[in-house]
């Protein structure tokens, strides 16, 4: 019986054993498990981001790029402003498929192939290369605003601004370019043009240069243009100094009648000088700057004229070009009598005496224009008899004006008597 008890409780000592075993192994898997949802959990975060919220986010300066320039060329047109445009985008999704994108892979494009003549156009501005795990929201601006203008070609004289004094008190006596230059590019642009120039520093030159200069397109204004191409762009620039001086402008004269009852007043010119530039050898040569006559012939009114001015071979002029500006006044013919209050009597006789004229005045028409007879007066008109080689007694004389005879249309009297003693 005693064995059979031992043997008993050893029995139950192996089940316990067992039973705490297998106590332990439930414990430890249900660590386990935690455990590995936990890392789960942490690594599907890592994967996936911090949450699945949908967040904004704003994509800023992608640059739009023009496609099918090709055909806008063939086309022979352009664009009229041709400067770089740029995009900013909105666009939503996930943490991480926002960390995702790759700005460089984004594209922004407007296609040209449509575009088939001048106007305003408002083409669609097309994204590209955005992930699909991204929603594009928004574009900025949607369109762009072109102004599509013909493309033409113009030719254009050079024109030479120099910078500086040369040096040996010398002048720039003539600085020009024989060379045309052909100048490409928006209708409007090319009309906006005002003169292709060249820009050459002269400061202390002392001798005749040639120099090759870049051209440059300006606007009236004196602003440089853009977007024209010039061909040549660069141009060979002669360059002579010389002396100086200052010429007298002689007004011309005129050939021809004006209209009956008209008359020529006076001429004038504008300026009355200008500034002559030349070798001094040629410079000595020159005096003064004649004008050809102006023709004047059945004129009724003022003849205003823009003449070329001419020099000789090696003198140019310095200052606002080689025109003069010619005005011929032209006024109509009028009559105007003044009362001359006494008539004097000149060339007695040695000896003799006048001792009365019958006539105390005299009334003389004028002819002539207002602006002539509007300068005299009867204090400064002379009535007056020629007495010479006339001897004693009652003398009928001639009186006469001391103005040219082409004013006097009518002396009353005409004649008078004088008493010489």
Known sequence: MTVKKDS????EKKMATKKKKKQISINEKTIRLLSSAVLAIILWLFINGNSNDIVPQDINAIPVTFTNMETLQEKHLVLEDNR?????????????????????????????????????????????????????????PSTLHLVVDNVIESEKSVEVITQGKPGNDNAVISATSTEKVQVTGAEDRIAAIDKIAVTANVNGLTEDTSRMLEVTPYDKEGNIISGVECEPDVVRVNIEVGKTKTVNITPPTTTGDPQSGYKVTSVTVDPTQKMVGAKQ??????????IDPVDVSGANKTVTKEVMLKLPDGASFLDNGDKATVTVNIEPVIEKSFTISSIETRNVGQGLTAAKVKDSSVVVKLSGTA?????????????????????????????????????????TPSKTTVTIE
């Open 8 to 11: 008993l409780n050893s029995e």
């Open 84 to 140: 770089n445009y740029y995009v900013n985008l909105r666009v939503q999704g996930t943490d991480r498929s926002l960390q995702e994108i790759n700005t460089n892979e984004i594209t922004a494009e407007v296609d040209l192939k449509d575009i088939d003549k001048k106007g305003e156009y408002n083409p669609e501005i097309i994204i590209k290369g955005l992930s699909n795990s991204v929603i594009l929201k928004e574009v900025n």
């Open 281 to 290: 050898e040629v410079l000595d040569t020159i005096q003064n700057i004649q």
């Open 371 to 411: 602006t002539e007879l509007n300068k005299l007066s009867a204090d400064n008109i002379r009535a007056f008899v020629d007495l010479n080689g006339l001897g004693k007694g009652d003398q009928e004389v001639v009186i006469q004006i001391s103005l040219p005879s082409d004013q006097i249309k009518s002396i």
